[in-house]
């Protein structure tokens, strides 16, 4: 039976949102690998870095509590990664079986996280643009945006399984998280979506990661933070280790 393409309506950009009053997530400058970067949103006296390359380049030691965030020149997929290649009949029918043939995650309650962090997964969008005069980037099509909803609600700890160094965390929130595109800076977010992203990242992905045991899950889940601009108190893990989240 043939499927209905999905029809999706362009997304509007948030308007101001009320800033938020914990101090669970803050954000603090961090170098970039361009020069023309900088952060593009204060509260109070900690500057919020919410622009930056859209490949996301950075040095991340994942073994030590370093809080140096180090720019680091783009760098190719990482070598026998999982790779995800989707199309237009892909999108429009948000079908996630090439993400899950590609991986072999049948069912997101039987992922071992193990694997997949040592492995890493990346993505190859060939989407066929139906104006080849369409500026926009791919982050910016609606009907792509919609299947990678679709495919963070079913895996929403996927974020921590990307091949980060190759920049699919900064393309994975972009498809996710409103934001404009600058000629200078590249991706620019609105600075209170992300930061609520980050957030409920940080709650599911140290979660889950600790759910099955793998070693230093709050730094894991620090490093994911820092990637995209911003630095977790310990208050948070504590209360998450208070309230743990139900992930069966």
Same mark, same amino acid.
Request: glycine share 2%; proline share 10%; net charge positive.
């Given at each position: 039976m043939a499927t209905t393409p999905i029809k999706c309506k362009p997304l509007l950009p948030l308007s101001s949102l009320p =800033?938020?009053?914990?101090?669970? @997530?803050?954000? /603090?400058?961090?170098?970039?690998?361009?020069p023309n970067s900088?952060? +593009? %949103?204060?509260?109070?006296? +900690?500057a919020i870095s919410v622009s930056y390359n859209p490949q996301g380049n950075f040095d991340l030691s994942l073994f030590d509590d370093d809080d140096e965030t180090k720019a680091a020149p783009p760098l190719p997929p990482t070598e026998g990664r999982f790779e995800v290649a989707i199309d237009n009949d892909v999108i429009s029918r948000l079908d996630l079986s090439p993400f899950q043939a590609a991986t072999g995650m049948k069912s997101p309650l039987s992922v071992k996280p193990k694997e997949f962090l040592e492995r890493t997964i990346g993505f190859t969008i060939n989407y066929t643009r139906e104006d080849p005069r369409d500026p926009? $980037?791919?982050?910016? %099509?609606? &009907?792509?945006? !919609?299947? #990678? +909803?679709? *495919? &963070?609600?079913? %895996?929403?700890? @996927?974020? !921590?399984?990307? &091949?980060w160094r190759a920049g699919e965390l900064a393309r994975y929130a972009a498809m996710l998280v409103p934001h404009q595109m600058n000629i200078k800076m590249g991706v620019v977010f609105n600075p209170e979506? @992300? $930061? *609520?992203? !980050?957030? /409920? =990242? +940080? #709650?599911? !992905? %140290?979660?889950?990661l600790k759910h099955h045991n793998i070693p230093k899950p709050k730094l894991k889940a620090n490093d994911m933070a820092r990637m995209l601009g911003f630095t977790i108190g310990d208050e948070l893990y504590d209360f998450i280790d208070k309230h743990p989240l139900d992930l069966s």
């Open positions: =800033k938020p009053t914990t101090s669970w @997530l803050f954000g /603090k400058p961090i170098s970039h690998p361009f900088r952060p +593009v %949103y204060q509260r109070g006296n +900690v926009r $980037e791919l982050s910016e %099509y609606p &009907d792509i945006r !919609v299947w #990678f +909803v679709r *495919l &963070d609600a079913t %895996y929403p700890w @996927l974020p !921590v399984l990307l &091949d979506a @992300l $930061e *609520l992203f !980050v957030m /409920k =990242k +940080v #709650f599911i !992905v %140290y979660s889950w």
